[in-house]
């Protein structure tokens, strides 16, 4: 009788205990976030990678800017998205006649795709529709202002004269510009006198 009571005690604690330390684990499991995302790379801020990249910006179906970059880096998780265009770096800007206006060529850029925002720097160069060139190791473009604008060294050379400044803000097709602290030679008429 004693062997009987004994089987039945352990297949009565048998049948509570172990589904109840089964239930328990199973409700103690949870997801580390942390952890699902070290498996799907979701968080280690990986960016895209490639190389000999060209990217063309229109709007109403008319190229507004073609850019090419020999490496292309977008990195979407940073605290500020942005995109890096480096190595030999030119951007076409062109007209509503989908003819080039200016080209811009530099070694490294920084795009802020939310802010729209972008640094360009590194042997800056611009040739406008003019023939006019800018020279600089870093020019700056605002989406907020729309405005291109530096505080290095610039040399502006056009037809006539060669400017050099410490500084510059200048519009989205640079038919407009200000040298903050110009100097340089001016081309004056014979008997006329700057102002």
Known sequence: MINIVRKYFFKTITRIIIPGVLFFNILSCKNDPNEIRALTGKGNKQADHAEDVTVIYSKDGKINMRIFAKDFVRNEYARRPYIDMNNQLKVEFYN?????????????????????????????????????????????????????FTEKPVRITTATEILYGNGMEANSDFTWYQITHPKGTVAVNKGEVPQ
């Open 96 to 148: 509503d006649s989908g003819i080039v206006q200016d080209v811009l060529t530099a070694d490294s850029s920084r795009y802020y795709e939310v802010q729209g925002d972008m640094i360009i720097w590194d042997s800056v160069h611009i040739i406008t529709k003019k023939g006019e060139q800018l020279n600089t190791e870093e020019l700056i473009w605002s989406a907020s202002i729309q405005k291109f």
